[in-house]
């Protein structure tokens, strides 16, 4: 018997102005659909931006639904579009943003353990690492270098 040590390092930015150009401006498109989102049981807005590597930027937001387990991520709104509409294209990036519609939403917030699988998936098909920036609505910015580093020992199409 042994014990294994899992590891992960992110890298923490002390706020959005601090991010550099090109992810800033990721993040803006996030933030803007953001405030698109269609979460009123929740209230809870979130907003996702993908950079690919032919230069498109696919957007998404969370949209719930009356009969609650129908609704979709934000995260998984925009990966399973950019997957259809740009089938061979690489994700190079995601820029993430999720808050309150009541209060400020200052912790960094982090995808959920479903669209952490469903970004994992994206990452295994084009075997390259997709880099993650996540943040609340204001206040630090998380980066990590890949979805792998959230994902800790992944299920993916290796176990089939
Ligand atoms: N939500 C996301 O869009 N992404 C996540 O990673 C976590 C949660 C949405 C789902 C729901 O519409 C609302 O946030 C509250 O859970």
């Known amino acids: 018997m042994k014990d294994i040590k899992i590891e ?41 931006a993908i950079l690919l590597d032919n230069g498109e930027i696919i957007t998404g937001n969370n949209q719930e639904n009356a009969s609650y387990p129908s609704g979709l991520c934000a995260e998984r709104t925009a990966i399973y579009y950019a997957g259809a509409k740009y089938p061979d294209a690489n994700i190079v990036m995601m820029a993430l943003t999720a808050g309150s519609q009541n209060q400020p939403t200052n912790s960094p917030i982090p995808p959920c353990g479903a669209c952490r699988q469903a970004i994992s998936e994206y990452e295994v098909k084009q075997n390259d690492s997709i880099q993650i920036y996540f943040m609340g609505t204001s206040g630090k910015v998380v980066k990590s270098n890949s979805l792998a580093n959230l994902l800790p020992l992944g299920f993916d199409r290796s176990f089939l």
């Open 8 to 48: 992960s390092t992110l890298t923490v930015y002390e706020d959005y102005n601090e991010l550099p150009k090109p992810v800033a401006s990721l993040m803006d498109q996030a933030i803007n659909t953001r405030l698109k989102a269609y979460a009123p049981y929740s209230e809870f807005l979130v907003g996702a």
